[in-house]
């Protein structure tokens, strides 16, 4: 068992405040002196605009570098002034100058590789295990992107005059390996490092003060954290941030206001639900590491939420047996849910690339709640089975 204790940053202090002061009001500032309470919800599409000339030259201004246009918003693909205190927030918990928010996490990293593809940059360096589908962006082109698979002490060798962007995730989905941060970002040299932080979120590890020149989420996961809003956010340097929001513009790839109100809201309870749900996953890493039914447990010592496990038996058997945990695919809901990674979060990735990468047919990922911790272990214990001394064959045979 990789052994971890339940390692938040309890102590973690933004340039100003403690991490848990700005998530509760990073993004939420300027309410008071507005007589507001909750931040308010903008739905519109469009705005009007009396001065035409005005408008010509804060759409111009946008076109030559990406920043925000200054005044009233103009058009919902442009912007939206909901989205952007998400986008604040998640910033200052990230500790970077800005943050680009879009309809989803995979929106996101394609808008980051289509940033430096439109420099001449479309060679990527990657580290596997990443999340299946971005794995499946890389390694099929989609994009018109080039990958080099290597492990981290290969990186710098990896690394050519057209490398764009160096990828890692760290903890990774779903085999929870660990990755030396700022090892890897002096590897990069000059090419700039995205970490995707989805599994940690600011709580546990802030990639930026690490090295790592751009931090991705699926925040669909723990930054929304009730299983209701699909999104996903890059947070940068403000120069990097112009470029995404030219891509977003003109892509289309925004986020939904209703969504940016509900990721909000999400972060001022962020270290709260990581820190409880760590705390059961913690409790259930002794219990499955002392089970005979378990062959291996995985956690990192970053500590955090998220559990992977090996069984003897047929983890097909225990997908279907679960009653109060969910069987579903994402994670970083208050609610506690198992996937089989084989079959789908990784079913993309070609099954060789796949069991190298440390993702066998046996595991089992768990996204861990808040439930009690007794609750969740009794839908365990009795999902996992009689006791096999020896693996049995699985009943299906993964690809």
């Given amino acids: 068992m990789d052994t971890a204790t339940t390692g938040a940053y309890d102590g973690v202090r933004t340039a100003t405040r403690a991490l848990a002061t700005e998530a509760v009001h990073a993004g939420r500032d300027d309410l008071a002196r507005q007589g507001l309470h909750a931040p308010p919800i903008d739905l519109s599409t469009t705005y009007p605009s009396y001065d035409s000339r005005a408008e010509a030259a804060r759409i111009d201004a946008f076109a030559t570098d990406g920043a925000d246009p200054v005044g009233p918003p103009v058009y919902g693909r442009l912007g939206n002034p909901t989205v952007a205190r998400f986008e604040t927030a998640l910033a200052r918990l990230e500790g970077t100058e800005s943050a680009v928010a879009f309809a989803s996490g995979m929106a996101a990293l394609s808008a980051v590789l289509l940033a430096r593809a439109a420099t001449g940059l479309r ?10 589908c971005s794995d499946h962006l890389l390694t099929a082109g989609l994009l018109g992107t080039e990958v080099t698979w290597t492990d981290p002490a290969g990186i710098a060798d990896a690394v050519r005059p057209d490398t764009g962007l160096v990828m890692v995730e760290s903890p990774a989905n779903p085999t929870l390996a660990e990755l030396d941060l700022r090892a890897i970002a002096h590897a990069c040299g000059a090419v700039p490092l995205l970490a995707d932080n989805t599994f940690a979120t600011p709580v546990l590890q802030r990639p930026a003060e690490h090295g790592a020149r751009m931090v991705l989420h699926s925040a669909t996961k723990y930054l929304g954290g009730h299983g209701d809003a699909l999104a996903g956010v890059v947070a940068c340097d403000e120069e990097f941030a112009g470029r995404l929001r030219q891509i977003r513009f003109a892509t289309g790839g925004v986020l939904h206001p209703l969504a940016g109100y509900l990721l909000l809201r999400g972060l001022s309870t962020l270290p709260v639900r990581v820190r409880a749900a760590s705390a059961n996953a913690a409790e259930l890493v002794r219990r499955l590491a002392a089970d005979p039914r378990v062959a291996r447990v995985h956690y990192p010592r970053l500590g955090g939420a998220m559990i992977a496990f090996e069984v003897y038996g047929d983890p097909h058997e225990v997908i279907s047996q679960v009653r ?11 609610d506690t849910l198992i996937q089989h990674p084989a079959s789908i979060s990784h079913r993309i990735v070609d099954a060789d690339d796949r069991r190298g990468a440390g993702v066998s047919d046996r595991l089992l990922r768990l996204s861990v709640g808040l439930e009690d911790v007794d609750d969740l272990w009794a839908d365990l214990d009795q999902a996992l089975g009689e006791r096999a001394r020896r693996p049995v064959p699985l009943q299906e045979a993964v690809r």
């Fill in 123 to 132: 060679h990527v360096v990657a580290v596997r295990p990443l999340y299946g």
């Fill in 324 to 334: 109060l945990v969910t069987p579903a695919v994402s994670l970083g809901s208050v």
